[in-house]
Structures are given as structure tokens and as C-alpha cells.
């Protein structure tokens, strides 16, 4: 990993992408009960392994502050964590539910809600600076990033080249004076409608994490 000065590794006032600060601005007039800003990670930062998401979901993050809370994506990795032990339960409705996560913390490649959950390509590179930090200080053993756009958001923060490492669901790879960086389909509703991914196939991965983990992969 290159080292390089490290960058806040959150900011709630951030309103460096102007479309997404003037979605928020919005968001927080039509529904005033919402969080709406910019959502932190949730978890230790000495974790080994970070998940990476998207962005923040419109009535999911964004509305509790809370990575995946709230909404049909968080019900699955999060009974998931559970499932293998990077959890204290499975639910994920809401951020007073006490729930902790165990050698595990999430994050989003953009902290902020997108329009149609598709932030563009300069806004993707202009909130990389606090994933960068945040790889920097938690050097997480295992990152898994969850769709293509995660993935490639890892990749940038590490310097790396994304035709090196192409992007596949379960796909591992090996990245040099990195993490092992594990990759899934992202687990929104319209990839489990859809089937592209089955709650078999997310469990699996979960499992190829903690087996790689557990079986010193992950050692310090």
C-alpha cells in the first residue's frame, strides 16, 4: 500500500460533490426526520475485515446514519455477520438496536446517497480519500467489497491497477503488501429478486472470509 498523508478518515459536513450535497439539502427538507448527511462506518477500527459498500441506500443509510440499517440489503449481511460471528445479532432495523460488530467494520465507497444509488465517477474518486485513510489506519486483513463499483474503489485506494485484479462474484485476490481482497455481488433487493445473488451464494462468501480468517490468513 502506498503510503501517503492520511485524509480525515470521516466527515459529516463534507459537501465536496455538489450534486450529492444538494440531494442531501433536499432530502433533509422533504423528510426532516431523516439523518441525511454523509453516513460514518460502523465498527472497530482494528478490525480484520472491512466490507465495503456502495453508498448509503435513500431509505435504508441515509435515513437511520447507520451503513446498511433499515433497508432488504442490511437484512441479509447482516444475518449473514451474524451467521459467522462478525456479529452480535442479526438485526438491522435500527441504530439504538444495540447491534456490534466483532473483527468486522463497514464502510461505503460514497458516504453520501446518490441519485438512483449510481454516484458518478468524479464523485466515486472525490470521496476515495477517506476510504484510502481508513484502509491506511484500520489495515484490515480481508476487504470484501460488495459490487463492482466497491471493488474498484478498493483498488484506486490502493494504488492498483483494476485490469490486474478483475472483478467476479467470489473472486479472491491477492494483493501485494495488501489485503485479500474478496468480492461479492452486491446484496441489494434487485440482485436477490433477480437471483443474480441467492442468499447460498452471499453465505458462501461470508464463510470463505472466516475460514481464511480463522485460519490465520488473517494473523497480525
Request: net charge positive; charged share 25%.
Amino acid at each position: 500500500m502506498t503510503a501517503k498523508p492520511c485524509d480525515p478518515l470521516f466527515d459529516r459536513d463534507c459537501t465536496r460533490c455538489a450534486r450529492l450535497a444538494g440531494l442531501l439539502r433536499r432530502v433533509r427538507r422533504e423528510h426532516p426526520d431523516y439523518y441525511a448527511h454523509p453516513v460514518a462506518p460502523f465498527g472497530p477500527q482494528d478490525a480484520r475485515l472491512l466490507v465495503v459498500g456502495l453508498a448509503p441506500g435513500m431509505h435504508g443509510a441515509n435515513r437511520t446514519g447507520r451503513p446498511f440499517t433499515g433497508d432488504f440489503a442490511g437484512v441479509l449481511l447482516y444475518s449473514a455477520l451474524h451467521r459467522y460471528g462478525f456479529a452480535s445479532h442479526a438485526g438491522s432495523a435500527d441504530p439504538s438496536d444495540g447491534l456490534q460488530l466483532i473483527d468486522c467494520r463497514i464502510t461505503n465507497a460514497v458516504k453520501c446517497l446518490p441519485p438512483d444509488n449510481k454516484p458518478v465517477p468524479a464523485e466515486i474518486r472525490e470521496c476515495n480519500r477517506y476510504l484510502r485513510s481508513e484502509l491506511q489506519r484500520v489495515r484490515p486483513a480481508v476487504v470484501l467489497a460488495l459490487g463492482r463499483v466497491a471493488h474498484q474503489a478498493v483498488l484506486i485506494a490502493l494504488d492498483r491497477r483494476a485490469a490486474e485484479f478483475p472483478f467476479a462474484h467470489a473472486a479472491r485476490h491477492r494483493l501485494p503488501k495488501g489485503p485479500e481482497l474478496v468480492d461479492s455481488y452486491h446484496c441489494s433487493r434487485y440482485n436477490t429478486q433477480t437471483r443474480r445473488l441467492t442468499e447460498a451464494m452471499f453465505l458462501a462468501v461470508i464463510a470463505d472470509v472466516r475460514s481464511y480468517l480463522d485460519g490465520g490468513g488473517g494473523a497480525r
